[in-house]
């Protein structure tokens, strides 16, 4: 009988999280977040048996005061800082600590410095020898595998270990890749450019042993393989799930794709516009997308009663002030509710990273800021604190409810959102609690601009212009969002001081 360790897997906590992370509605669902790293259970699943382990998302729970035999940390660049102070506690207590994630397999000498072993890229041909060499007191510092693996067959992600009553979705990946390589991206350089994906047979049985049937597919470009996609879809539709994936703006072009994805439940497309500017997507290496044709594409992706969930950035080199209100006009005109703007960043890995480096503009921010909301770099066209002032002021503006209503009501009286999506497995006690916050936040505490935006919403439910399900994943996401910004606004003096200090700036 092999001898039994204990083992935590740790994702830490991030100071201060994006607006569009989901986590205002979770709040107002009674949830701690949207959606947990998908890398802890993953990771369980590849360890073997005689490891007793723990799952720490710090966004859950807190990390036992017991000391476990072993400590495994995943960390992006937005928290890195947090994972080695983690590190450098279990470290002086005696505990070995691997260190992973995309911020270790860049940061590699960083990384060193605050772990006993690091694991680089893909765990799944690296792990079990990783614990191994734990056992016989033998890590070896660095583990990478030679080869990308075949990501055929994937076993179940240990859900067992996660309080799944504390999140609204579950994260989901089908294949690995991408082969577009914009300069802002890491994903290419961790996975490649070949996409691989995964027996379909081994994707339904995942999802059939989930303990939800809400899913986000983190697959960066799900539809490359449109065959792959069709079988896939034909095959999730009688699973009655929900899910939001992300796609090139290619998707919509496909016409009878969409409808598929439709009827197998998928409520959101992640589509990375980045840019209304056509030299700053040349730039960035953002070939697929043509500005011209944007309008089109929303269309076409809400017409299949999907909704687009829109992502843009602000900062590239040929970007100036004015792409704000160039992005407001867009917003407006295409009628996208669902936005997640952010300010252009750089990530370890990336080829924009590197250049930035080579021309000195990388300001090494404290992790805390570089969730994507505040400047990081030397900006050919903004001063950090008017960057940050206008990035903030903008996105007031789009979730006001005046603005929103400019957009929701046209769009919803296209009709195109008057069919449910299939039941998600909602408890009676959820239905109750969520139809008492949108009263509470839409109708008692509300303002008139908020009533108004109700009260429309309910004369379009009557009619069955829109369904009632569309228009309350409308209400609480959009809550959600004021409710994050209210909160990071209310942080932003701090926030602008720590900006200050980083960029020297008196």
């Known amino acids: 009988m092999k001898k039994q360790y204990s083992l935590y897997l740790i994702s830490p906590i991030q100071k201060y999280k994006h607006y569009a992370s989901g986590i205002g509605m979770s709040r107002l669902l009674?949830?701690?977040?949207?959606?947990?790293?998908l890398a802890l259970p993953t990771l369980a699943a590849l360890t073997p048996s005689h490891y007793n382990i723990t799952l720490i998302d710090e966004e859950i729970r807190e990390i036992p005061s017991t000391?476990?035999?072993?400590?495994?940390?995943?960390?992006?660049?937005?928290?890195?800082?947090?994972?080695?102070?983690?590190?450098?506690d279990f470290r002086s207590k005696g505990i070995k600590v691997i260190l992973g994630g995309p911020h270790v397999s860049f940061m590699q000498e960083e990384a060193l410095m605050h772990a006993d072993a690091i694991v680089v890229g893909e765990a799944e041909n690296i792990w079990e020898i990783c614990l191994k060499d734990f056992e016989n007191h033998q890590l070896q510092g660095v583990y990478k595998a030679d080869v990308f693996c075949k990501f055929k067959q994937q076993p179940p992600p240990r859900?067992?270990?996660?309080?799944?009553?504390?999140?609204?979705?579950?994260?989901?990946?089908?294949?690995?890749?991408?082969?577009?390589?914009?300069?802002?991206?890491?994903?290419?350089?961790?996975?490649?450019?070949?996409?691989?994906?995964?027996?379909?047979?081994?994707?339904?049985a995942e999802i059939a042993s989930a303990p939800l049937k809400n899913f986000f597919i983190v697959d960066d470009n799900l539809t490359t393989n449109k065959a792959y996609m069709h079988e896939l879809l034909i095959r999730l539709t009688p699973l009655h799930i929900n899910w939001t994936c992300m796609a090139s703006i290619e998707i919509a072009k496909?016409?009878?794709?969409?409808?598929?994805?439709?009827?197998?439940?998928?409520?959101?497309?992640?589509?990375?516009?980045?840019?209304?500017?056509?030299?700053?997507?040349?730039?960035?290496g953002k070939e697929q997308n043509s500005v011209e044709h944007y309008i089109d594409a929303v269309n076409n992706i809400h017409r299949a009663g999907i909704f687009v969930f829109?992502?843009?950035?602000?900062?590239?080199?040929?970007?100036?002030?004015?792409?704000?209100?160039?992005?407001?006009?867009?917003?407006?005109?295409?009628?996208?509710?669902?936005?997640?703007?952010?300010?252009?960043?750089?990530?370890?890995?990336?080829?924009?990273?590197?250049?930035?480096?080579?021309?000195?503009?990388?300001m090494n921010p404290p992790a805390n800021l570089r969730g994507g909301m505040f400047p990081v770099m030397q900006y050919k066209h903004f001063?950090?604190?008017?960057?940050?002032?206008?990035?903030?002021?903008?996105?007031?503006?789009i979730y006001a409810p005046q603005d929103l209503m400019q957009r929701i009501l046209p769009l919803f009286d296209t009709e195109w959102f008057s069919k449910s999506h299939q039941s998600s497995g909602i408890?009676?006690?959820?239905?109750?609690?969520?139809s008492f916050k949108i009263i509470w936040h839409y109708l008692i505490i509300?303002?008139?601009?908020?009533?108004?935006?109700?009260?429309?919403?309910?004369?379009?439910?009557?009619?069955?212009?829109i369904s009632p399900e569309n228009a309350i994943i409308f209400l609480l996401i959009s809550k959600g969002f004021q409710i994050q910004l209210r909160d990071i606004q209310q942080r932003l003096p701090a926030i602008k001081q720590e900006i200050k200090e980083y960029y020297k700036i008196t």
């Open 254 to 284: 496909e016409t009878k794709l969409l409808s598929l994805m439709s009827e197998a439940g998928c409520k959101f497309i992640v589509i990375g516009f980045e840019s209304m500017n056509s030299k700053s997507l040349n730039e960035t």
């Open 446 to 465: 509300a303002k008139p601009a908020e009533r108004r935006l109700f009260v429309q919403l309910f004369k379009r439910i009557r009619t069955k212009t």
């Open 67 to 88: 000391l476990p035999d072993i400590v495994g940390i995943t960390t992006l660049s937005s928290m890195y800082e947090r994972a080695y102070e983690i590190a450098d």
């Open 30 to 37: 009674g949830k701690r977040i949207n959606i947990t790293p």
């Open 427 to 434: 408890s009676l006690k959820m239905k109750v609690n969520t």
């Open 310 to 362: 829109a992502t843009f950035i602000v900062g590239f080199d040929n970007d100036t002030p004015e792409e704000f209100e160039k992005l407001y006009q867009f917003i407006q005109k295409a009628n996208i509710w669902y936005n997640m703007i952010s300010i252009l960043g750089l990530t370890p890995g990336s080829d924009l990273y590197y250049r930035m480096k080579a021309e000195n503009r990388w």
């Open 159 to 204: 859900w067992d270990l996660i309080d799944t009553s504390k999140i609204n979705s579950l994260g989901l990946q089908i294949s690995r890749g991408c082969p577009f390589n914009c300069e802002f991206c890491i994903v290419s350089n961790i996975y490649g450019r070949k996409m691989r994906y995964r027996d379909i047979d081994n994707v339904i």
């Open 383 to 397: 001063e950090p604190l008017s960057l940050t002032e206008a990035y903030f002021s903008f996105l007031t503006k």
